[in-house]
């Protein structure tokens, strides 16, 4: 039977991280800790980047998105997540259910976009710093910027109207702390085998984009192997293996979860967890709060906005 056929009422129980009371209380701080710095940096990041100056350049450009894309990707998931560690009925709607996995597929899918965008935009200004101006031109870093906001939206867009064809049944368990697509074929009283394939092949481009980066990032390293100075050498690599760290473990927890069965295990949902919840509060310190021209725009900015007082 059709989704449309159901009544709003149809629920699905979400186990969540941990069924003993004690350990969700502690969850519940934990996370929600985490989520308030996710908020506070990059709301914080957003407000610099768009009140100073200094920082109207393509670098920054890519990192107001990305902070906003992290405030999103973190409030589809987490806010219900943080309900359910307090409510001793931890159910959720189909309805709400495939739009949390909507929104999940849609800002995943674009942050993975982006950070190879970042890559590259980092390869040129490393690997080519003469040529870094007319390369990345404004018409250029925007067209890159909406390219990943396409991409995931039209990978979204080939799995949506089949998971809404899908029949869904009675009450079913989710072994998991959120709704995700993997999650919502669970839900599912008919063959999802035809919306398994096309997430499948959804994710290919994405699986693309992400070798581009660890390529993008590859170059990198060889640049700065040439670099003479050891404090420049030294310096270079600090910030290039921050950043393809949170590129692999960003990219490496999204298979796990997209391609391993859901059953609930620890591994897959530590996964989910680190990409969508721990990398989006990490991001505004790796890419933005260690950099010193940051820095100095936000004593500039705080500045302004204590003289108006």
Known sequence: MALGNHSTMMESILLGLSSDPHTQALLFVLFLLVYLLTLTGNMTMMQVIKADSHLHT????FLSHLSFLDLCFSSVTVPKMLENLLSNRKTISVESCLAQAFFVFITAGTEAS??????????????????????????????LVWGSWSLGILNTLISAPLATKMGFCDTHIIPHYSCELPSVFLLSCSDASTNLIAMLWSLIPHGLVTSLSIFFCACIVSTILSITSISGRSKAFSMCSSRLTTV???????ILRYFMPTSGCSLELVSSVLYSVVIPMLNPLIYSLRNKEVKAALQRTLGKYLQCF
Not at 58 to 61: E, I
Not at 248 to 254: M, P
Request: aromatic share 18%; net charge neutral.
């Open 114 to 143: 982006l950070l190879s965008v970042m890559a590259y935009g980092r390869c040129v200004a490393i690997c080519q710093p003469l040529l870094y101006g007319q390369v990345m031109s404004e018409q250029w870093y925007a067209l």
């Open 248 to 254: 692999i473990l960003f990219s490496g927890s999204i």
């Open 58 to 61: 393509p670098m920054y450009y």
